[in-house]
């Protein structure tokens, strides 16, 4: 997780855990599918009952936007593999190339919903 929440590298993973690049690329693409696989549905997911859909739409109503239930934002993810064609597409505002990525999370942070594909950091949010 450190590795990922500091933007590293797969060649900088592969440095600080003194293993091949294959070794990291493999492990990190199987390490993913898991984390997905098996911690989404816990940590992801939309208000079920009356009780969570009250307590967040009673936040946003007390903020002026009644009927609301998350916040949506674009989050860019440093893509410091793009391809040299693709760079112009990939790089906005942050300067560098990324993929964004649609995040909907409720006022208390937690992560409702992630969009299942990204789109060119150049895009606006």
């Given at each position: 997780l450190y590795i990922i929440g500091q933007g590293a590298t797969t060649q900088m993973?592969?440095?600080l855990?003194?293993?091949?690049y294959?070794?990291?690329s493999n492990f990190?693409?199987?390490?993913?599918?898991?984390?997905?696989?098996?911690?989404?549905?816990k940590h992801?997911?939309?208000p079920e009952t009356a009780e969570e859909i009250q307590h967040v739409t009673g936040v946003y109503e007390?903020?002026?936007?009644?009927?609301a239930i998350c916040s949506i934002d674009g989050v860019h993810i440093h893509w410091n593999c793009a391809h040299s064609t693709q760079c112009a597409a990939h790089t906005g505002k942050e300067g560098f190339p990324t993929r964004v990525?649609?995040?909907?999370?409720?006022h208390s942070r937690r992560v409702l919903h992630v969009i299942d594909h990204s789109h060119p950091?150049?895009?606006n949010d």
């Open positions: 993973a592969c440095d855990n003194c293993c091949s294959a070794v990291m990190l693409h199987e390490w993913t599918a898991w984390l997905v696989h098996t911690q989404y549905t992801v997911r939309l007390k903020l002026g936007f009644p009927g990525f649609n995040v909907a999370c409720d950091g150049a895009r």
